[in-house]
Nanobody
Framework: QVQLAESGGGVVQAGGSLRLSCVGSGRTSSMYGMGWFRQAPGKERVIVAAISKSGTSTYYADSVKGRFTCSRDNTKNTLYLQMNTLKPEDTAVYYC???????????????????WGQGTQVTVSS
């Protein structure tokens, strides 16, 4: 099994920045594609960004493209999400997820992920 723990959430004013981290533990050798999702109150969980195991391929939702950067450090079993120019509509609980499917690609659908973190709250005030 893999355990994931997010950190870095908080309250920030619109236009500000935050950096989320997600540290994996346990069977880290089985960590392949990873992703960030978010869920706002009353809404479904949606993909924000995804990254391949090597880190060379990334995906971003249109709503965050150009503002968020997803990266990973496999030596530290850590996934990052740098969030700049934050907007009130970015307010949500952010979750990291990992797939143990042996693959060089990233995944955009939640169903492809096997383990999830507990989530970290990001609140952007206007």
């Amino acid at each position: 099994q893999v355990q994931l723990a997010e950190s870095g959430g908080g309250v920030v004013q619109a236009g500000g920045s935050l950096r989320l981290s997600c540290v994996g533990s346990g069977r880290t050798s089985s960590m392949y594609g990873m992703g960030w999702f978010r869920q706002a109150p009353g809404k479904e969980r949606v993909i924000v960004a995804a990254i391949s195991k090597s880190g060379t391929s990334t995906y971003y939702a249109d709503s965050v493209k150009g503002r968020f950067t997803c990266s990973r450090d496999n030596t530290k079993n850590t996934l990052y999400l740098q969030m700049n120019t934050l907007k009130p509509e970015d307010t949500a609980v952010y979750y990291c997820a990992v797939s143990t499917a042996v693959s060089a690609v990233y995944f955009r659908r939640a169903i492809n992920y096997d383990y999830w973190g507990q989530g970290t709250q990001v609140t952007v005030s206007s």
